[in-house]
């Protein structure tokens, strides 16, 4: 008997999905999508965030490569033009404690291009190694009970259009609507949870400036502790010779639209060594703007009931502030848990559903947790207030990571947790307790640890006069 799945959303968590149902033996794979989507790397209308920086944790990479060993996504990645940076050595941060160093020491990677090559590579290999059809259509409700989804509702001219399916995902993102959707088989009571900082990202696109193409990844980022507005900027290359530089503010600290305000914005950060980076550099865009930036989480997996036959991955079911580079890695994890319980149970069987939705929570459920201990504590935040147990968390994490600036134990164990190559749990293992609490060994740094040459770069780029 032949066997479809229908994926909502054919972005990177949608095209993980269909890959894991292609290789799961389903017999028809079918990907709807709202929008017409580009045939090369370019920026489409469904993804809010796709003008804005995007990091690609290593843990996030190597679940890809563990769900579809054969598309060799990170050498697709690379040839392409991504970058693929060390978080011990290839990057500059000056954190709220101050300044990390840079350690001769293999490290956990990250890989750095835009969201649109990051979507289209994937969506490419998919389509390439897998028999996925995409289809251009606007889902507008799930058909079946709240017993079992027995396909989905699609808007269509002369009136909505049913398509049949034996299993369905919902990848469609910040947007989705599953909530209405439950409600539609009679499933309602969904908690949702909010915390909105107001952040705005600003980012513009500079062509690296001659001998700069190997300068390290820089980012001084927002401070949550000294109750004013978090406020942050990051210079990551992209492929084809290019420097995406995307600022960020939570409410009453956003940056400006225009070019002038925004290189200002730069230089008034506790470091003005962003904007000495990019005042030489020539812009090849307009500034973009985004505010769809709050953390949502829909805890469908606390519903006292649940259809067979209906699972809900990555944005749709929790989205994350971006500064924190989490939801692609989250997405990968979702798609994995699937892969998993695929693998032990038929597309078909009793409870699957639920099971994946619940394992798929855990790694929601880390990444809403590092992300909204900081967000509660900017001023003006919408949503609830941090409690003792937050505060608990957030005077051990600033005491990881003041340790950090100058203990490799310290370091290497925020690296593990950030890349998502381990829970946060790695936080609170012996080594990591005794970094935290014995400090760091070296005394902080007063500037940021360049080399010799890339001093003398930097101050050749510098057209500010700071």
């Not at 972005?11 to 079918?30: H, R």
């Not at 469609?172 to 909530?179: A, D, K, L």
């Not at 459920?365 to 505060?391: F, I, K, T």
Request: glycine letters at 12%; proline letters at 7%; hydrophobic letters at 40%.
């Amino acid at each position: 008997m032949s066997r479809r799945a229908v994926v909502i959303g054919a972005g990177l968590a949608g095209m993980l999905a269909a890959a894991v149902l292609s290789g799961a033996g389903v017999d028809e794979v079918i990907v709807l999508d709202r929008d017409d989507l580009p045939e090369g790397p370019e920026h489409r209308k469904g993804l809010p965030q796709g003008r804005h920086a995007h990091l690609l944790m290593a843990g996030g990479l190597a679940a890809m490569e563990d769900l579809v060993p054969d598309l060799s996504l990170r050498k697709r990645l690379l040839a392409a033009g991504a970058h693929e940076i060390s978080l011990s050595s290839g990057m500059l941060a000056l954190t709220p404690e101050g300044w990390l160093r840079r350690w001769r020491r293999e490290g956990p990677v990250m890989l750095t291009c835009s969201r649109a090559l990051l979507d289209w590579t994937v969506r490419d290999a998919v389509l390439e190694h897998c028999p996925v059809e995409v289809r251009r259509a606007a889902v507008v409700g799930l058909t079946g009970s709240a017993a079992r989804v027995r396909g989905v509702r699609v808007a269509a001219p002369g009136g909505d259009t049913e398509l049949e399916a034996d299993f369905v995902v919902d990848a469609s993102g910040r947007g989705t609507r599953v909530v209405t959707w439950l409600a539609g088989l009679g499933l309602t009571g969904i908690e949702e949870r909010t915390v909105d900082s107001g952040l705005v990202n600003a980012t513009r696109v500079y062509r690296v400036p001659q001998g700069a193409e190997r300068f390290p990844l820089t980012i001084v980022q927002p401070d949550p502790y000294r109750s004013r507005p978090g406020r942050s900027a990051m210079v990551l290359p992209i492929e084809d010779d290019r420097w995406m530089v995307s600022l960020g503010g939570t409410r009453g600290g956003e940056p400006p639209a225009d070019p002038e305000g925004f290189l200002r914005y730069t230089l008034a950060l506790p470091d003005p060594i962003v904007g000495r980076l990019i005042s030489g550099a020539e812009p090849l865009t307009g500034v973009h703007l985004s505010r769809s930036t709050s953390n949502v989480r829909r805890y469908l997996e606390k519903s006292a009931r649940w259809p067979d036959g209906f699972v809900v991955l990555g944005d749709a079911l929790g989205t994350f502030n971006p500064v924190y580079g989490q939801g692609m890695s989250v997405a990968a994890f979702g798609a994995r848990v699937l892969d998993r319980e695929l693998s032990r149970a038929g597309l078909t069987a009793p409870g699957l559903a639920r099971r994946v939705l619940r394992g798929t929570a855990r790694s929601v459920d880390a990444a809403w947790s590092m992300a909204v201990s900081q967000d509660l504590r900017y001023p003006e935040v919408r949503g609830v207030r941090p409690g003792l147990a937050d505060r608990v968390v957030t005077a051990y994490s600033r005491r990881m990571m003041k340790a950090a600036t100058g203990s490799y134990a310290a370091a290497s164990a925020i690296w593990d947790v950030t890349s998502m190559r381990t829970p946060p749990t790695r936080m609170f293992r012996p080594t990591a307790l005794l970094a935290a609490l014995t400090g760091s060994p070296l005394p902080p740094l007063t500037g940021a640890p360049l080399t010799p040459g890339e001093r003398e770069l930097l101050r050749g780029l510098d057209r500010t006069g700071v």
